[in-house]
């Protein structure tokens, strides 16, 4: 059979199939272009989910006649000036869009561009080219979608989940512009200049108010790396991804190296079949990201994946430790203001709190250190007259079924679950502790591909500081010297497991996760229980080790361990106010 080349509606259509896959993927590169020419309100209508009609109405720039009859021809595009695939600044770049839509469509473009005397409307179908009425930006109708392609058409879903999922792509670019005012069948609006706060309520829902922590970071080593947004407490979770919102260089994508980051760094603050919510903006040097993934553009590839996967944990760890540990600092500021007040010589150090000690009686000990000049009765004084003040989850005054401690902080109660303080407590007491390693007399030697074993021993530094020793043993095997004390697992299947995702991702969380699963279960089984008696000093010295404690506001299944509740609230209760 001879070589042809393919005619170009052909051809058109094939690349329809890798760009326009549901009307979703229409509205996309529709308002991708819209933002691309500077629009800040776009209004969006589907009729039929979008098989019978698509709208695109935008503010935007327009295209002069030439340019218009240019836009639907393949590849033509604006957006790379330079040729350099390596420096995009715009949505799209790859000039597929409108010719790829016209071909499975009935596609018209109305366009103005402020230059010309009047607007241009280009009827796709023909190519022709007449006058319009159109006065500012451009509008385009997308008809009867994929019947061309009757094939394409029998794949749609019903008409109410394509919508949902052109409205979820409404939600994703409201998202990565904020100054940008987007209306959807004039019922779903996301008004322009939005706060990113109200932006994150209005797209996520009413239940994130105030419950987001917001992140800004700066790499140390990489002064282009940045990380801003918001990321949800812990106790703010969804059951699927559907609330995570991802960006790199204000780009929308759904890439795998971000999704491990954030499921790594809530790992010991979330049970894994629970997703937490987030809006996270990622900037790096567009020369250190590739976009030139796919058509679709939602995938990337990093130049240093592993750098920026430690850069973003790192960053959205350290936000997730900050909760009580910023109300502690907060709080010491006020003791030594109120100690000047009172003419104390008195710095945040002089009390602190010390490890605890746990023993199979899960007993505790506490003790305030002042400083060398201060004596035991000189303390007291000031720890009395600080009383409130000093203890930032409040003084005990009470148990509820031997499960929950009772304190009061100023104007506050205070109520902590037992069990999910004392397990968060013992758990980054592990986590801190370094690894008890055990070695082998005899070797685990564990048979391997040779290409498993090359993927495995690139992340060798990283499993040594596991407690894991490994070394090749011959052309098809690895060997295991040394071990974590206590792990005994199926070896196999975990070095297969590490393999397989560092080809994929580059890096692999395999045995950060079995660590975590370890160290969890042990601190659940070692931890004050439910339900066991404590008498004053116990619980006094539970309140103030966790407010000692990274991420004390959940324990390391994602449970809360405390709740504050203001007297005012328990006012309305017993309508005092």
């Known amino acids: 059979m001879p070589i042809r080349v393919l005619p170009d509606f052909l051809i058109n259509q094939i690349a329809a199939g890798e760009v326009v896959e549901k009307p979703a993927s229409v509205v996309k590169e529709l308002v991708e272009n819209s933002l691309d020419a500077g629009a800040d309100q776009i209004v969006v209508d589907v009729i039929d989910g979008g098989r019978t009609l698509i709208s695109v109405i935008d503010n935007g720039c327009g295209m002069s006649r030439e340019d218009l009859a240019r836009s639907i021809s393949r590849h033509a595009t604006s957006k790379l000036p330079s040729d350099d695939l390596l420096d995009i600044n715009f949505m799209g770049f790859r000039g597929e869009a409108l010719p790829s839509i016209a071909s499975v469509s009935d596609m018209t473009i109305d366009t103005c561009n402020g230059a010309d005397s009047n607007g241009w409307c280009l009827n796709c179908e023909s190519g022709d080219i007449r006058p319009s009425n159109w006065e500012d930006g451009t509008r385009i109708r997308v008809q009867n979608l994929f019947a061309k392609t009757p094939a394409r058409l029998k794949f ?30 004039n019922k779903w609006r996301f008004p322009k200049n ?279 043993f011959g052309d098809d095997a690895i060997a295991i010297f040394e071990k974590p004390a206590d792990w005994d697992l199926n070896w196999a299947d975990l070095f297969h497991s590490i393999a397989d995702e560092v080809r994929e991702y580059g890096h692999s969380s395999q045995l950060g996760e079995r660590l975590h699963l370890k160290l969890a279960n042990y601190a659940c089984h070692h931890s004050v229980r439910a339900g066991q008696k404590l008498d004053f000093a116990q619980m006094d010295a539970l309140l103030r080790d966790i407010e000692n404690t990274s991420r004390a506001g959940e324990c390391n299944h994602g449970r809360p361990v405390y709740k504050i509740i203001p007297l005012t609230e328990i006012d309305g209760w017993f309508e005092r106010i």
């Open 194 to 472: 939005q706060e990113m706060s109200e932006r994150i309520v209005a797209v996520m829902g009413d239940d994130v108010r105030g419950r987001m922590l917001e992140i800004n970071a700066n790499s140390s080593s990489n002064n282009t790396l940045t990380l801003r947004g918001f990321i949800s407490e812990p106790t703010l979770r969804r059951a699927s991804s559907v609330d995570q919102y991802l960006f790199v260089n204000g780009r929308p994508v759904k890439d795998k190296v971000l999704v491990g980051a954030l499921r790594a760094a809530y790992m010991d603050v979330m049970h894994a079949r629970e997703f937490p919510l987030c809006a996270l903006y990622l900037t790096l040097d567009p020369r250190s990201v590739d976009v030139n993934v796919s058509p679709a553009k939602t995938e990337v590839h990093f130049l240093e994946p592993s750098h920026v996967r430690a850069f973003i944990i790192k960053s959205l760890r350290e936000t997730l430790a900050g909760t009580l540990n910023d109300r502690v600092g907060i709080i010491q500021s006020n003791i030594a203001s109120k100690a000047v007040s009172q003419n104390m010589n008195f710095n945040k150090s002089d009390f602190r709190v010390c490890t605890p000690h746990i023993g199979p009686d899960s007993a505790f000990m506490f003790e305030a250190i002042a400083k060398k000049n201060w004596g035991a009765e000189k303390q007291e004084e000031i720890k009395e007259s600080l009383a409130d003040e000093f203890l930032p989850l409040g003084h005990v005054i009470g148990q509820i079924g031997n499960k929950y401690i009772l304190a009061q902080s100023g104007e506050n109660l205070v109520i902590v679950d037992q069990h999910a303080a004392h397990e968060r407590i013992t758990y980054e007491h592990l986590r801190k502790n370094s690894i008890k390693v055990q070695p082998l007399l005899t070797p685990i030697v564990v048979s391997l591909r040779p290409e498993d074993i090359a993927a495995v021993l690139s992340i060798s530094d990283e499993i040594n500081k596991s407690g894991l020793h490994i070394d090749t």
């Open 156 to 185: 749609l879903r019903a008409d109410k989940a394509e919508l949902i999922s052109v409205l979820d792509v409404i939600k994703r670019l409201a998202m990565a512009r904020p100054d940008v005012g987007f209306t959807l069948n």
